[in-house]
């Protein structure tokens, strides 16, 4: 087999990157990326390169080299996945809201429509690669569906799961860490990892490029996910310890990332980690082990979850306690609300949580970000249950400039590490604000000195 056509099914945060990375390093295949939502494609194909569906550093340019050469967005999924060697399932794979495993399995409601579709369809023989996060033993899953067709199609399963750092996607798919690539042991199995390694190896050196088998592969996402939160709940829980002990967290970070044992990546404290992945797969690595009988192993994982939610909690209570115990119709700045910065993300931003616990109370809130639009902010908080008729009578209000977002203040609370907040005439915002004005820096990205020479009180997690 040779592969000539790749299809991707799912146009969001990983299948259009990775995609837009794999047809720029191999022009000689053809690169298809569809999706069900219409919207989402066109903006995909849109000459506004600055309205493409995800932000993130450099991928307009990517797109703009290759879109219509060897790079397709449609919505055609049948003919694309008739046409195609090689298909890649790239879809969303939430936390389950119903029913066995709800709150920590994965929803594999999406993977199996794929796999049906991919079944449906499919006349020659297919190599199926999981992109989405999954379980272990989901390609199990995918094989023993695609298999009930029989209609003599020969289908292998490969695992390549993604490890992209959102805001630096593009990078990490260009010099990337390492390229894991699982499948099936057998002499097939092999030689559908050799085609797909041979896609990576255009630009990847062979030495980066990891194959295991299927199950090696699918559990190393969800592990070293969870390895990364638990450094971040273990700092985040040192913060509080300094906080009553007199210690500075972040010459406690520095000690400890000067041991190179250790290293100093991950280390920093911040209000708690967001985005789609690292709680959805702790909570999964959680179920998981349960439904294994491991205990132990579940209430361990389980805990980085607790820390992380406390630290949002407790980031909301210090602007509580400081505001004199109320923030009833008081004017709360929100500087960023994507999980992190250089990407229009919003997925379980802590963010949204702290605005949940602020809006409960009573708070107005101001929101500036520089990426994430206004209909996506009332989304996020829409799906939380929030009060719409509080929020619908204008208690919730998005602007397009930091310094109209500050007007009339009480507190400002940083709550996304855009590089732009630091250059800002802070000076020129403390004007603007209620006095005595304050700053609850949750990434800890200011200067502490340079805000309290200008005469207001500055606090941050972990200070």
């Known amino acids: 087999m040779k592969i000539n056509n790749i299809c991707c099914i799912g146009a969001g945060y990983v299948g259009g990157p990775t995609m837009a990375i794999i047809a720029q390093k191999n022009p000689d295949i053809n690169v298809y990326v569809v999706d069900v939502n219409q919207e989402k494609i066109n903006r995909w194909n849109s000459s506004d390169l600055e309205n493409l569906p995800v932000y993130e550093p450099g991928l307009a340019e990517v797109v703009s080299s290759v879109r219509g050469k ?128 041979e896609i990576y190896s255009s630009w990847v050196p062979k030495s980066n490029i990891l194959t295991t088998n299927l ?89 980085v979850i607790i820390i992380n939610d406390h630290q949002k909690r407790r980031f909301g209570n210090n602007i509580l306690k400081s505001l004199h115990g109320t923030v009833a119709n008081k004017k709360i700045t929100f500087f960023g609300w994507a999980f992190k910065k250089n990407t229009n993300d919003s997925r379980e931003s802590a963010a949204i949580y702290v605005a949940k616990q602020l809006l409960n109370e009573k708070a107005i809130l101001q929101i500036y970000d520089p990426k994430v639009s206004e209909k996506q902010i009332l989304s996020d908080l829409k799906n939380l249950n929030v009060d719409m008729d509080f929020i619908n009578n204008k208690k919730v209000i998005c602007l397009n400039n930091p310094y109209d977002a500050v007007g009339d203040s009480h507190a400002i609370a940083i709550l996304t590490e855009w590089d732009e907040f630091i250059d800002y005439d ?27 020479n200008v005469g207001f009180v500055y606090k941050g997690i972990g200070n």
Do not use: H
């Open 426 to 452: 802070w000076k020129k915002i403390f004007e603007k604000m209620k006095k005595p004005a304050f700053i609850f820096d949750g990434r800890n990205i200011l200067d502490r000195e340079s805000v309290e």
């Open 215 to 303: 199950w090696s592969s699918e559990l190393s996402k969800l592990s070293a996910n969870a390895f990364l939160a638990q450094r971040i709940s273990s700092v985040n829980s040192l913060s509080e310890l300094c906080e009553k002990t007199g210690a500075n967290i972040d010459e406690v970070s520095k000690a400890i990332g000067m041991d190179s044992r250790i290293g100093s990546k991950f280390l920093k404290s911040s209000v708690g980690f967001g985005g789609s992945c690292f709680q959805k797969d702790i909570l999964n690595l959680v179920y998981i082990s349960k439904s294994l009988g491991l205990n132990e192993v579940a209430d361990y994982w389980n805990q």
């Open 70 to 197: 060897n790079l397709f967005f449609s919505t055609d999924i049948d003919k694309n996945i008739r046409e195609s060697e090689m298909i890649f399932i790239s879809v969303n794979t939430p936390t389950k809201t119903y029913g066995d495993g709800k709150g920590m399995a994965a929803d594999l409601t999406y993977v199996e429509l794929c796999a049906r579709k991919i079944a449906e369809v499919s006349r020659t023989d297919k190599i199926i690669v999981e992109k989405s996060t999954l379980p272990v033993k989901t390609a199990a899953a995918i094989k023993n569906i695609v298999d009930e067709t029989g209609n003599g199609v020969n289908f292998q399963i490969l695992s390549n799961p993604e490890f992209l750092a959102e805001g630096t996607a593009m990078r990490d798919l260009e010099v990337p860490d390492r390229v894991l690539i699982g499948g099936e042991q057998t002499e097939s199995g092999k030689k559908a990892i050799e085609l797909l390694v």
